[in-house]
């Protein structure tokens, strides 16, 4: 069983300031990383996934994510938050094996981004 | 113009009524999901279809019905309502089986409301 946690609910930033979203995972096998947003109303968007290779994989609008299997984490940063971040972000854990594995998504960290 | 589409936007319902939900995806995508996000839970896994057939079932009630008309089509037939069904329900599609590396698509979803 894979399990997603996101340890902040809420994160307030100023804009220009830089931000790190934290997500720790659980499971023994290969597993998919992946980070969606979900602006208020609408349905979430796909940021950026990680398998294997390097790291830190770059995402849409700047953001980008740095694998950790030592801490189970897979991170989410962007050096300048602008205002039109705030929405909620999800991390997301697929494990590698078997057809059509089901996304499991952790409770979601609340970006806010304040002018 | 959007590639998933969801029917409809906002719907209210009474307590006892059967409500059916509609998806449509133009991604060319042969899997299929639907994902349930409400106040107590924020984004649950309900149902994954691929090739128009059942993967994976993570609802416990059988009130909840998926119906696959065509590849591109996945329902959520939904019966018996109770105050407790009130959510945003999430139709997601992606690529199938080793090509699904968790980057799904997602519709805007349908927020239903039982009284």
């Known amino acids: 069983t894979q399990t997603v946690s996101q340890s902040d609910a809420h994160v307030t930033v100023f804009e220009g300031d830089s931000v790190e979203l934290r997500c720790n995972y659980s499971y023994g096998g290969s597993i998919y990383l992946s980070w969606y947003i979900q602006h208020h109303g609408r349905g979430l968007q796909f940021l950026l996934k990680y398998y294997s290779g390097n790291p830190v994989v770059q995402g849409v609008n700047g953001f980008e994510a740095e694998f950790s299997k030592s801490d189970s984490s897979f991170h989410l940063r962007k050096a300048s938050v602008h205002w039109s971040d705030s929405a909620v972000y999800f991390c997301?854990?697929?494990?590698?094996?078997?057809?059509?594995?089901?996304?499991?998504f952790g409770k979601g960290t609340k970006l806010s981004v304040k002018s | 113009d959007p590639k998933i589409i969801q029917k409809p936007k906002y719907l209210v319902a009474v307590t006892g009524s059967e409500k059916i939900l509609i998806c449509e995806q133009y991604?060319?995508?042969?899997?299929m999901y639907w994902y349930r996000q409400s106040a107590k839970k924020p984004l649950e896994f309900m149902f994954s279809?691929?090739?128009?057939?059942?993967?994976d079932n993570q609802t416990a009630s059988s009130r909840f019905q998926p119906q696959s008309s065509k590849k591109n089509h996945l329902d959520l037939q939904i019966t018996a309502l109770k105050p407790d069904d009130s959510a945003t329900y999430f139709c997601a599609s992606s690529q199938a089986g080793t090509g699904n590396t968790g980057q799904l698509y997602f519709g805007e979803g349908s927020k239903l409301t039982v009284l």
């Open positions: 997301a854990v697929r494990n590698s094996g078997g057809s059509n594995a089901k996304l499991t």
């Open positions: 279809y691929s090739y128009q057939k059942l993967m």
């Open positions: 991604l060319g995508h042969n899997a």
